[in-house]
């Protein structure tokens, strides 16, 4: 029953706190890490109703404090992929018949959560299981999260808001269903806000959700499932499940109610489900929705005008904040020759000056990389480097894993600017240079767009307004998130939706309007008035 329409304004970004010394919010986060070491955390998998344990525990460390347990999950098999299928198709039709406002009224209420009791505990679950430094959690875990939640109940109330003409002796609207099956949302280890929007995003629009994280990313994803849970999230709506890819791919991408998929990953693994998805087409009920982002090697074009400071702060920020670990971290930077000596002395100092370590100590601006296995990739190219004729390591290059997975943040400077670190993902804090002839700027923008399959961010650094031009109108497809005289990373919820082409993912930004419109089905009805009684048309009527 529809009593009203009701009206979601846009939102305010929630305020990023700053966690000064003698501040009220790191004292309670300092005392919320401390708990959550304390415990030793049990987690469960979400299914329907219930809180799924298996005995095949797979236990959760800090990756810069590997001797310390923080707890176990349970990992899941097929039948629970099934179990949790079957779930959400189990509550999907009372999902979609909510009325609206009932359904917004839940994911409000939960970033209300995230933004005061869960506040600390979020982002102190963040700290702990991701490795992220205090503020890099607070932009995430609280803010990003918080925005997702509320712009995308606006977005969805504007959308539904939009409604055709009708002529005189008729009546028009259109419905925006939910899609018709579940859909599966495959979220990463490097932010918990992404982790939470790819599933609420897709089930604030009334769908049903299979929700898989990253086995790296599940202590601060099993907390935010209880934040949701206690907003009032009907069980079955979202079901959190542990399993591996391939586990989760054979039963949900050959399952005829398979509806949609939204990821953020690698661009193989990508690649993979679209084509497991299109050589089962004959399978589904519908065509599924398909829907991700995937990798970046973003870069940062200096022009030979540029302010050092700016071009330096851009580069240790961008390449170094979370240790380079973020789709958009800029990974490849383009010097000019009249620049470069002043650009690398300063980046040099920069990094000296980096603090490494816990991220208990809120002075270490470096922490740890997620895991071994990412330990030992970024390693073999700062090796690589090291033993390469093409280029030289300027500053960084040490590793070790004795306490945790520590990379000193590196900076390799290339000769050949087709060299593997200037076109490979590396996913990690690891930043490439390549020194340009500064008159040959209209040269390195062909080398900038055609070096790397991806375009996910970028940035030019310029005083010369007609270079930043000529950049911005070069590089329109190199990058979905262009940045002027900035860092290539920190997109905000409502201010500059993110997203990339080309290998970089589907482009359909999240944190907009966009992103929304592939969780919908719209239907047209039309209702005539005065319906005609009679085939015949005037033009038929004898003069």
Same mark, same amino acid.
């Given at each position: 029953?529809?009593?009203?329409?009701?009206?979601?304004?846009?939102? !305010?970004?929630?305020?990023?706190?700053?966690?000064?010394? %003698? *501040? $009220? &919010?790191?004292?309670?986060? @300092? /005392?919320?890490?401390?708990?959550?070491? !304390?415990?030793?955390?049990?987690?469960?998998?979400?299914? %329907? *109703? $219930? &809180?799924?344990?298996?005995? @095949? /525990?797979?236990?959760?460390?800090?990756?810069?404090?590997?001797?310390?347990?923080?707890?176990?999950?349970?990992?899941?098999?097929?039948?629970?992929?099934?179990?949790?299928?079957?779930?959400?198709?189990?509550?999907?039709?009372?999902?979609?018949?909510?009325?609206?406002?009932?359904?917004?009224?839940?994911?409000?209420?939960?970033?209300?959560?995230?933004?005061?009791?869960?506040?600390?505990?979020?982002?102190?679950?963040?700290?702990?299981?991701?490795?992220?430094?205090?503020?890099?959690?607070?932009?995430?875990?609280?803010?990003?999260?918080?925005?997702?939640?509320?712009?995308?109940?606006?977005?969805?109330?504007?959308?539904?808001?939009?409604?055709?003409?009708?002529?005189?002796?008729?009546?028009?609207?259109?419905?925006?269903?939910?899609?018709?099956?579940?859909?599966?949302?495959?979220?990463?280890?490097?932010?918990?806000?992404?982790?939470?929007?790819?599933?609420?995003?897709?089930?604030?629009?009334?769908?049903?959700?299979?929700?898989?994280?990253?086995?790296?990313?599940?202590?601060?994803?099993?907390?935010?499932?209880?934040?949701?849970?206690?907003?009032?999230?009907?069980?079955?709506?979202?079901?959190?499940?542990?399993?591996?890819?391939?586990?989760?791919?054979?039963?949900?991408?050959?399952?005829?109610?398979?509806?949609?998929?939204?990821?953020?990953?690698?661009?193989?693994?990508?690649?993979?489900?679209?084509?497991?998805?299109?050589?089962?087409?004959?399978?589904?009920?519908?065509?599924?929705?398909?829907?991700?982002?995937?990798?970046?090697?973003?870069?940062?074009?200096?022009?030979?005008?540029?302010?050092?400071?700016?071009?330096?702060?851009?580069?240790?920020?961008?390449?170094?904040?979370?240790?380079?670990?973020?789709?958009?971290?800029?990974?490849?930077?383009?010097?000019?020759?009249?620049?470069?000596?002043?650009?690398?002395?300063?980046?040099?100092?920069?990094?000296?000056?980096?603090?490494?370590?816990?991220?208990?100590?809120?002075?270490?601006?470096?922490?740890?990389?997620?895991?071994?296995?990412?330990?030992?990739?970024?390693?073999?190219?700062?090796?690589?480097?090291?033993?390469?004729?093409?280029?030289?390591?300027?500053?960084?290059?040490?590793?070790?894993?004795?306490?945790?997975?520590?990379?000193?943040?590196?900076?390799?400077?290339?000769?050949?600017?087709?060299?593997?670190?200037?076109?490979?993902?590396?996913?990690?804090?690891?930043?490439?240079?390549?020194?340009?002839?500064?008159?040959?700027?209209?040269?390195?923008?062909?080398?900038?767009?055609?070096?790397?399959?991806?375009?996910?961010?970028?940035?030019?650094?310029?005083?010369?307004?007609?270079?930043?031009?000529?950049?911005?109108?070069?590089?329109?497809?190199?990058?979905?998130?262009?940045?002027?005289?900035?860092?290539?990373?920190?997109?905000?919820?409502?201010?500059?939706?993110?997203?990339?082409?080309?290998?970089?993912?589907?482009?359909?930004?999240?944190?907009?309007?966009?992103?929304?419109?592939?969780?919908?089905?719209?239907?047209?009805?039309?209702?005539?008035?005065?319906?005609?009684?009679?085939?015949?048309?005037?033009?038929?009527?004898?003069?």
């Amino acid at each position: 029953m529809s009593l009203g329409t009701f009206h979601y304004p846009m939102p !305010a970004n929630e305020p990023v706190l700053q966690y000064a010394p %003698g *501040s $009220k &919010e790191r004292e309670l986060l @300092k /005392k919320a890490i401390a708990e959550l070491k !304390a415990q030793t955390a049990d987690i469960p998998m979400y299914i %329907g *109703s $219930k &809180e799924v344990k298996t005995n @095949k /525990k797979i236990a959760l460390h800090p990756p810069h404090e590997i001797k310390h347990t923080l707890g176990y999950f349970h990992m899941g098999d097929e039948k629970h992929v099934q179990q949790a299928i079957d779930a959400a198709l189990a509550a999907k039709n009372d999902w979609a018949a909510m009325p609206w406002e009932d359904r917004a009224g839940i994911f409000l209420k939960a970033a209300d959560l995230l933004a005061t009791k869960y506040r600390p505990y979020i982002n102190a679950a963040t700290m702990l299981g991701q490795s992220k430094n205090v503020f890099q959690a607070e932009i995430d875990s609280a803010c990003e999260l918080i925005d997702f939640l509320r712009f995308n109940v606006h977005y969805l109330s504007e959308i539904y808001k939009q409604q055709p003409n009708s002529a005189p002796g008729m009546h028009n609207r259109m419905e925006y269903r939910p899609l018709e099956g579940f859909v599966v949302a495959v979220t990463p280890f490097n932010f918990t806000a992404i982790s939470g929007n790819l599933p609420t995003s897709a089930a604030m629009c009334g769908n049903v959700v299979v929700w898989k994280p990253a086995n790296t990313q599940v202590f601060a994803a099993q907390m935010f499932m209880q934040i949701l849970l206690e907003a009032g999230l009907p069980h079955g709506v979202i079901n959190l499940i542990y399993v591996d890819g391939p586990v989760l791919g054979k039963i949900c991408f050959n399952h005829r109610d398979f509806a949609g998929v939204h990821f953020t990953g690698s661009t193989g693994v990508f690649n993979t489900m679209w084509e497991t998805i299109g050589k089962n087409m004959a399978n589904y009920k519908s065509y599924p929705r398909i829907v991700g982002e995937t990798g970046g090697k973003d870069f940062v074009l200096v022009h030979k005008s540029a302010d050092v400071d700016v071009a330096v702060t851009a580069l240790l920020r961008g390449a170094f904040e979370y240790q380079g670990q973020k789709c958009s971290a800029a990974s490849r930077a383009y010097i000019p020759s009249n620049l470069a000596e002043k650009i690398k002395k300063k980046l040099i100092a920069g990094v000296n000056s980096f603090k490494m370590g816990s991220v208990e100590d809120f002075s270490n601006f470096i922490n740890a990389v997620i895991d071994e296995r990412s330990f030992d990739k970024i390693k073999a190219y700062i090796d690589g480097a090291k033993r390469s004729k093409k280029a030289s390591i300027l500053v960084g290059g040490e590793c070790s894993k004795k306490e945790g997975y520590f990379i000193q943040p590196t900076i390799i400077l290339a000769e050949d600017p087709k060299y593997v670190t200037l076109c490979e993902e590396i996913f990690g804090p690891v930043l490439t240079l390549y020194v340009y002839p500064a008159n040959e700027f209209e040269e390195v923008l062909e080398l900038v767009d055609t070096t790397s399959p991806y375009a996910l961010t970028g940035s030019i650094i310029a005083k010369d307004r007609s270079a930043i031009v000529l950049a911005t109108e070069r590089l329109r497809n190199a990058a979905g998130n262009f940045y002027i005289n900035d860092k290539p990373t920190g997109a905000v919820v409502g201010q500059q939706p993110f997203g990339g082409a080309r290998a970089s993912g589907t482009n359909d930004k999240a944190g907009s309007i966009l992103n929304l419109y592939r969780w919908l089905s719209a239907r047209t009805i039309k209702e005539t008035f005065n319906p005609p009684v009679d085939y015949g048309y005037p033009f038929m009527q004898e003069p």
